[in-house]
């Protein structure tokens, strides 16, 4: 499990376009209180409009760790980069990144952080072996946002609705899977990056025992209808034993996201092979409701949508950026009573 | 994926019982040609009564490796083994095990093999990162062994069908994907150690690109009914793309080893679950019969289970141990044409 310290400087490096910087505009939507301020090089075109600070004025304000905020093509760490995240290892920061070049293959930055001891935490790198699934019920309740392919909301969707339910007075965690939901939260496991014989024991370390009336806001991970990466999704299902699930979709998709060759499913036939599924673990698994990220569509476009996907499913559906989960939240836990 | 250097010298190390020298066992069984020897430390109670030799003897014979054909009780290797181990890469052998504990572990060993410039494989563990699936359909015929649950007959049924199909004359090829299939093919990749995003990458890479007429069969890993492990089972199906599967059951298994609140599903669900998930990434997916490991049946209650399950489900089904794989060969190549 990582555990990232917080709060957070958000680093931008000499990026020119906000879409690079995805990363750290997420951290200062979802996690504002966690951000004392950011950081770049001379020459970078985007600001996130917090407060500019260096690492060691961060860490003078009491930041615990530098977040390379961005997601460059090929996901590779820019070396001209490195003499900065070594600047703010030096400043006493943990350095963290979700690219897949390792922070630990830059050997002065690795000197760094030895001298003044601190982390290098590469979030989309798995740190340790987990356990097998023991497949034991856990006390508390959980809820899984599954999606029709990846990249259409699961992430976002969590997040909105942990926050619902607190809002609500409700206990409830949000349980990240992936490396921004990682970074927001501040910890959680990069379970596509887990050995295979683990996925679902990693999934059942990442939501534990806990009070009955608590829901883990578990961040679904690919797609039970993805061709690449399905078996990530049945194991966290399987390890995450939700009591229910959110299905996330995108009405603009007609096949998998990259593989044309693959249709994106019925939505009735989604639900219906998700709660089949998740069965195994959870015999009372239910569908609560679904979130579309309806982005393509018009107003008027969504609204004939919802009223259609409405009337044929008989469920709540929202799209979280448009009107909020607010069904969802109400839906979930009128079926815990 | 892991390429191993035959014939072998299998080492039994100080073992009192054949339970734990079934790696050595299955070898010989399933690969004789390729076992040049049998070697093993002074007190060892068992021996697979084929010639007996050294490291250095063996390698004068041209032996390319040395097996560790052991699985002891929590998998580690026993420390007094090394230096036999180290011997054996001071004599030029390739050092191969299959046990959690890492040959690489051993700085002795390690230090010997660089001197001699040989390998030491671990064939448990995962040696490199693959890709993410791509869901092309490749060229050449796929059949998969599928289970109800772990540890009953797969890997026998596959090794079986390939040795009965070469025997017709068909081109086929065992595609291993646990430690004791690969030692004995002499390739393949540890499914189960791979990284969670590429199970089906690695799965595809397996079985590559063949000529329309020649089948590859595949062995199956874990059970989609399995708590803790139906995301590699799925993920192996989906990169797999098989155009057959051979569901393989233990007809005195009630519920999943080790795990006594799961219970073994009914054939025909099975059958339906593995079909309906395998129907991603191959529409023309069929299962051809099953392979019963029935050791725990007496010969009247097998004939009575065989009529049982013949009539039920309406395809052949046989103890590839009682009486071969012949109705699974036969029908295998009649849904081909």
Redesign the interface.
Known sequence: MHRLRKPYLLFLGDVQDKLTAKTAFGLKDWCPNDVVGEWSLPGCGVSLGVARMSPQEAAARGAGSIIVGIAPTGGALPPHWIAELTAAAEAGLDVVSGLHTRLTSFPELVQAASRRNVRLIDVRH?ERTYG????RKRGGKRVLTVGTDCALGKKYTALALAKNLNSRGVAASFRATGQTGIMISGEGIA???????F???AAEQLSPDNAADHWDVIEGQGSL?H??????????L?GSQPDAIILCHDPSRRTIDE?P??PIPDLQVAID?YL??GR??NPAIRCVGLSINSSSLSHAEYAEYFRRVTDKLGMPVCDPVRNGVDVLATALLATAR
Chains 1, 2 share one sequence.
């Open positions: 798995g097998a699934a023991s497949g379970i596509d990056a887990v050995i295979a014989d996925i679902a024991g209808f061709p690449a990466y399905a078996g990530v999704t049945l194991g966290l399987h593989y060759n693959f092979d089949r599924a195994l673990t």
